[in-house]
Structure formats: structure tokens, C-alpha cells
Nanobody
Framework: EVQLVESGGGLVQAGGSLRLSCVAS????????IGWFRQAPGKEREGLSC????????YYTDSVKGRFTMSSDNAKNTVYLQMNSLKLEDTAVYYC????????????????????WGQGTLVTVSS
């Protein structure tokens, strides 16, 4: 079964850090590009980052560039999202997803264009 499972969410104070994990099963990171996106209540899905399967290039959207770092451990079939300097507006459910192209994970995210996505993990940033 092709599956992604996120973990690591929780409650954190503004300015703090969290590290999210996403474990893949049923496929490897050679098969698809892997990325993180989020959805806050009442808002559209927002792409955050993506790692290209072809060469490991990593892309970030402007809202998280310089604060969030995405990495992968192919031996563990796991990707991470290290989130620093968290802001109140970072509160959202965070998802990882796999897609044929990083653009599907970074802009106008439509689940129909994703190969698989996880159930999400909630990040709440408090003041």
C-alpha cells in the first residue's frame, strides 16, 4: 500500500521550533518528488517545500524560505521539515505529498494531481 504518514506536530510558542517527519511506505523517493504543504482553517492549501527526486534540489515558497528546512533520509524513506522562528500564521495542518512534479506541491495544490498524501499533523503556534 502506498502511504505517507506525518508526525511531529504540536503546540509551540511563537519564535519556537518544531520538526515534522513524514514516512513513506509502498514507494521510494526515487519514484516521486516529495513536498510539504499546509492548510489553515478557512484558507486554501499552501505549498511550502519540495525535494526533486532527480537531483535532490530543494525548493521553498517565499512564506517559509529562511525559516523552514526540508531534508530527506532515503535509507529511512523519511522526509523532515525543520521549522524555526514559528509565527502565529504558521498554525495549520501540515501534510506531506508525493507528485510527478514539484510544481504540483508548491502552487495551486489540487489533491487530484498528487500521487499520495498523508493524513496531516496539526501545528499550533501560540503567542
Amino acid at each position: 500500500e502506498v502511504q505517507l504518514v506525518e508526525s511531529g506536530g504540536g503546540l509551540v510558542q511563537a519564535g519556537g521550533s518544531l520538526r515534522l517527519s513524514c514516512v513513506a511506505s509502498g514507494f521510494t523517493f526515487d519514484d516521486y518528488n516529495i513536498g510539504w504543504f499546509r492548510q489553515a482553517p478557512g484558507k486554501e492549501r499552501e505549498g511550502l517545500s519540495c525535494i526533486e527526486s532527480s537531483d535532490g534540489s530543494t525548493y521553498y515558497t517565499d512564506s517559509v524560505k529562511g525559516r523552514f528546512t526540508m531534508s530527506s533520509d532515503n535509507a529511512k524513506n523519511t522526509v523532515y521539515l525543520q521549522m524555526n522562528s514559528l509565527k502565529l500564521e504558521d498554525t495549520a495542518v501540515y501534510y506531506c505529498g508525493a507528485a510527478a512534479f514539484c510544481s504540483y506541491l508548491l502552487t495551486s495544490i489540487t489533491k487530484g494531481y498528487l500521487e499520495v498524501w498523508g493524513q496531516g499533523t496539526l501545528v499550533t503556534v501560540s503567542s
